[in-house]
């Protein structure tokens, strides 16, 4: 007789080869569709639909592909599903033709385009972002303008200017017109990555449409590879259990003990705190709490660590991603980086490929977090990968294969984490904020990074070589001998660049948490406004805070994504709307996850890693800054702020009390999400 366990495992072990492969006709229709011949393509466009029939080896094969009407530029990927042809029918007898143009038309409007955007010295380029997309300008050495990947720039190109999807795409309208006159709504084959553009130059508009990814079959609970499932399992299990016990005793008793106490302290919070009663006074104007003895207060309460430094805030993926590509390209002695995710997706992968690279001409060092890198890699990203592309079992060995780089994946002990998101180019550059490396964080998801130059890079040098000490396999006791070693002197020895202003340095761990004490003191403070942005806003202890600083007549903003990654932190945010507009409190909703951390409390803005939940608040590590320069929170204000309100819904204050069950179940996934 079998006995269930070993049998499982052979099972599973029959069936990996098969989970690695892709289901059959996936590879055959990506060549098709780069080597198709105009003619052998009829399209049909009806509303937001594109209806396509191909002619495939002698047969008629159909797909569909969906896009947004009111965006300047899209991403979308074609479905060959059995579905396709009745939309094509439908689409043939209520939509209207659109002309279908080759490879060579795509090549010369793209050369024509090229050559309106390159410098006229083949050692300078120029930036073209558009799509998740990040492309250099640039020409060759028989003077034609070509396009090439940012991560392909040739050594000793400088970029010299940067371009957008708002100058690209009239651009590429007004080519299509003189190239092609009288035509409208047009659909480009371009023989590449992505296969078809549509390009509408009466609005304008282009949506990028990918030839559809590889399917490969999924084993229930284990994603489509059990590969990655079972080898990233074993890892986890025995790095963040057996060997994190180990080697950390310390930040195991530490972390458990602020795990245990701050899910009490939750629990009975949520369940025993009472809430102001009665309506909010009107928010009137008034002066805001005076900065410099708000600053020395946090003097008092952080310590006298501010640091002169430059903030510049990089909000986006399309803002970000190209600045650090160009950064890791032109580093000159070390590449450190300190992350939550490091994913597997095609993007992440051409990032991977990048820092391989440079690991032969300068030190690059890893750290990421195992468990959650692992549980990212089994979810796809909203937007199309590149068809054909085959994530690897493991980001630790794909890093390492043929480089030099080295990789500290890190551990969750006693359930808590490294939430940090720092990168640091030669030790006097850095960001610091809430991006990983992944797609979603390239293009699907709203988010954002601060870019830091000056002293305060020390501090977070030092912070990146604590970390490494701790997991490296000295564990609790390397990083004390680090933490013996290093000190203040760090910063004071990286110059002070032009524009520096006064930042500080907050950091949050189970073991102490100034980032905590600033931020609730800040709530009784601020006197004027209070504005947040999280997608995780579960700690009940900073929800009455805000509740209170309403009540105190200040003006308290709460901007949250309307989508979320979590379905748990989702159905938290619906339950908490309604309590904020109870009290007084102006909620936005975005149309897209939103990843951003940030607040500003009257003139000092705080923003980083940090959540405003219980992990991040008690027990993770965390890396934010606080700063009350006036030009600089006038930045955060208006850049990100009043541009997301602007382009958000406000939502209306209920007028009545709530349905029954969600008088119950609303508090209920409330103390269950602020557990988290």
Known sequence: MLRPVPFFIAVLCGL????????????????????????????????????????????DSYAAASFPEDSTDSQTALDFSRGAKDIFSRSRKSGAAVPVLGRAAWRTLARRVAADLAPQNSRQGTLVTTAGLELLVQRNSEGEAVFVPLTQRPRGVKIVRRV????????????????????????????????????????PAVTFISAPPEQTLKLPLLGSSADVSVRGLLSVGLRSGVAATLKNPVTIAFHGSANAVSMARAALHGLLHRLPSGPPPPVVPRPPMDTAS??????????????????????????????????????????????????????????????????????????????????SSLMDPLTPQAPGHRAP?????????????????MAMPALSANHTKMILIDGARGWLGGMNIGREYRSDWHDMMLEVKGPLTGWMQRTFAHTWAHNGWGGDLAEFISRTRTSGMAARR???????????????????????????????????NIWVQNAYMTDSH??????????????????????????????????????????????????????????????????????????SLHVNHEFNIGYSEPAAVAALRRDLFLKDMARGKELAAP??????????????????????
Not at 402 to 409: A, F, W
Not at 501 to 506: G, I
Not at 545 to 550: K, T
């Open 294 to 375: 708000w600053e020395a207060e946090l003097d008092r309460l952080c310590g006298a660590n501010r640091q002169p430094s430059t903030v510049r805030l990089r909000i986006g993926g399309e803002q970000f991603f190209p600045d650090l590509i160009q950064a890791i390209q032109e580093a000159k002695e070390s590449i450190d980086i300190l992350l939550y995710i490091f994913d597997t997706d095609d993007y992440a992968i051409q990032i991977a490929d990048l820092l391989r690279a440079r690991s032969h001409e300068v030190r690059v060092r890893v750290m990421y977090d195992e468990a959650a890198s692992y549980q």
């Open 494 to 528: 990286i110059a002070v660049p032009e524009g520096a202003f006064a930042v500080r340095p907050l950091r949050s761990s189970a073991m102490v948490s100034d980032l905590r004490e600033a931020q609730f003191a800040a709530l009784e403070r601020a006197q004027r």
């Open 164 to 203: 957008t999807s708002a100058e690209l795409v009239p651009r590429l309208a007004a080519a299509l017109r003189a190239l092609h006159p009288g035509t409208g709504l047009a659909l480009l084959l371009t023989g590449g990555q992505p296969a078809l553009l549509l390009l509408d130059p009466d609005l």
């Open 393 to 409: 079992s493991s980001i630790v060995d794909y890093l390492r294969r043929d480089s030099r780089i080295e990789v500290r994946p």
């Open 542 to 615: 900073y929800i009455a805070g805000l509740i209170a600083a309403r009540h105190r007549g200040v003006d308290v903003r709460v901007i949250l994504p309307e989508e979320n990654d979590s379905p748990l932190m989702k159905a938290n945010n619906k339950a908490l709307i309604p309590q904020l507009l109870r009290h007084g409190v102006r909620v936005w909703v975005l149309p897209e996850m939103s990843h951003v951390k940030a607040a500003l409390y009257d003139d000092w803005a705080c923003t980083g890693s940090a959540n405003y939940d219980r992990l």
């Open 16 to 59: 990996l080869p098969a989970c690695r492969t892709p289901l059959p006709g996936a590879s055959r229709r990506t060549e098709e569709l780069r080597t198709m011949e105009e003619s052998r393509v009829v399209a049909h466009r009806s509303g937001s639909q594109l209806a396509l029939r191909f002619r495939l080896k002698g047969f």
């Open 655 to 676: 007028d009545f009390g709530g349905s029954f069950p969600s008088q119950i179940t609303n508090p209920l996934v409330q103390l269950i999400a602020g557990q988290l």
